[in-house]
């Protein structure tokens, strides 16, 4: 009985530290996504100012033209 306990045991505490290497496995992906669609919309965000920038600068000199 003491040999199927301790197996218990070590099974038990194999399936513990496989859970918190998966668990830190799991959090290393959310973190990367994470960075990675801040990433994402830093650059798009950058892309999005310089067009409107772009467009109110033409609808600017637009103006001058006809004045």
Excluded: N
């Excluded at 994470?34 to 609808?59: I, Y």
């Amino acid at each position: 009985m003491d040999s199927d306990t301790a197996r218990a045991r070590a099974e038990a505490a194999f399936r513990k530290e496989q859970q918190a290497r998966d668990g830190a496995k799991a959090r290393l992906e959310y973190e990367a996504e994470m960075r990675a669609t801040q990433e994402k919309t830093a650059r798009l965000r950058a892309l999005r100012l310089a067009k409107e920038k772009e467009a109110a600068d033409k609808e600017a000199s637009k103006k001058s033209r006809t004045r």
